[in-house]
């Protein structure tokens, strides 16, 4: 059974910091390419962080609003993946998802896996 489930998340004051984790099982981990997504009420999700491909490479992007605050992380012997957000503003208040995605490109079959989110709340 695939899962994917997050932790981490709280209430933070505006300037602090955070950092989420993404424990996964029942998948091979190396064969995904791990993401970090969030939704805040009434918006879209939207990607705040990824490894641009799946396997041991630790190349990642990330969209510019989450360029030198947000940094993805991941331990592959553990099949888990992090979040570390500073300088947390009320803005960033918002579900934070974990996604593993493998696209059928790379050969084999392919996947997207979800976790439930974590809640992360900035206010003072």
């Known amino acids: 059974q695939v899962q994917l489930v997050e932790s981490g998340g709280g209430l933070v004051q505006p300037g602090g910091s955070l950092k989420l984790s993404c424990e996964t099982s029942g998948f091979k981990f190396v064969s995904a390419a791990m993401s970090w997504h969030r939704q805040a009420p009434g918006k879209e999700r939207e990607l705040v962080a990824e490894?641009?491909?799946?396997?041991?490479?630790?190349?990642?992007n990330y969209p510019d609003f989450a360029k030198g605050r947000f940094t993805i992380s991941k331990d592959i012997a553990k099949a888990m993946v992090y979040l570390q957000i500073d300088n947390l503003a009320p803005e960033d208040t918002a579900v934070y998802y974990c996604?593993?995605?493998?696209?059928?490109?790379?050969?084999?079959?392919?996947?997207?896996?979800w976790g439930r989110g974590t809640q992360v709340t900035v206010s003072s």
């Open positions: 996604k593993a995605l493998r696209r059928r490109e790379w050969g084999g079959p392919s996947f997207e896996y």
């Open positions: 490894f641009t491909a799946a396997g041991f490479g630790f190349s990642v």
